[in-house]
């Protein structure tokens, strides 16, 4: 959030005759490896170069989420912690992602100010994975002492095509469907177990939004 602030303060700092519009609404991810969707919320930067080209910037942030295809019933020494020496207990991983991206988009029909309009184009993102694994003995109690051997974070970078439609109107703003495909071209995790767990090199987004004008062209 603090790298979407900023971007809009630069924006709007060297963007005096430009239109510069905002936009937020709901987005879902689905990555190949995983077998379901996070849900998350974006909000974002649109800067028309003409009515029928614009440039953006986005940040998406997908929730925690589990992931129950590498969810199991283990069996563990924990000597030392007040339990047996071999305990049975659940492992869960689970994930929260932010996406950063930006890039161009190409709008077609009535353009990007009015009407219903077409777009579509490409995009370079930065995605960061956070993963954790949580341990439970078979009553639900969570085990805390033996969280954080499995923990870390994933930086992938990919590019991505996209597009969607759009309705403008000058009272309400603009509303917005779009869906993308992304492919991750190099990814760098903070720990090997985390990497072969979570990393997903395609991912799907689809969003759902509003927009509107923070500044008219002069």
């Known amino acids: 959030m ?5 971007l809009l303060a630069i924006v709007l700092a060297f963007g005096a005759n430009a239109q510069v519009s905002i936009n937020a609404g709901t987005s879902m991810l689905v990555g190949f490896n995983s077998p379901g969707p996070w849900g998350g ?5 649109e800067i028309p170069r003409s009515d029928a080209v614009a440039l953006f910037g986005k940040l998406t942030h997908f929730v925690n989420r589990r992931d129950p295809v590498y969810e199991d019933i283990i069996e563990i020494t924990v000597p030392g912690q007040g339990y047996p020496d071999l305990q049975t207990v659940r492992k869960t991983p689970w994930m929260n992602i932010t996406v950063l991206e930006g890039g161009t988009r190409y709008y077609l029909g009535n353009g990007f ?3 219903f309009a ?3 184009g490409s995009s370079v993102k930065l995605v960061f994975s956070s993963a954790k694994v949580r341990y439970e003995d078979l009553d639900g109690v969570r085990l805390e002492s033996l969280e954080g051997q499995e923990n870390g974070t994933i930086f992938s970078l990919g590019f ?8 403008s109107t000058g009272r309400f703003g603009t509303f917005y469907l779009d869906a993308g495909v992304s492919y991750m071209i190099f990814n760098q995790a903070s720990q090997n177990n985390v990497s072969a767990r979570m990393f997903n090199p395609l991912l799907f987004d689809f969003s759902l ?3 509107k004008d923070l500044r008219a062209k002069e």
Do not use: M, N, P, S
């Open 113 to 115: 100010d009015y009407g």
């Open 2 to 6: 603090k790298k979407l602030i900023t």
């Open 41 to 45: 919320v974006h909000l974002g930067l």
């Open 209 to 211: 939004g509003w927009r």
């Open 160 to 167: 991505g095509i996209g597009g969607g439609v759009k309705y």
């Open 118 to 120: 077409a777009y579509g």
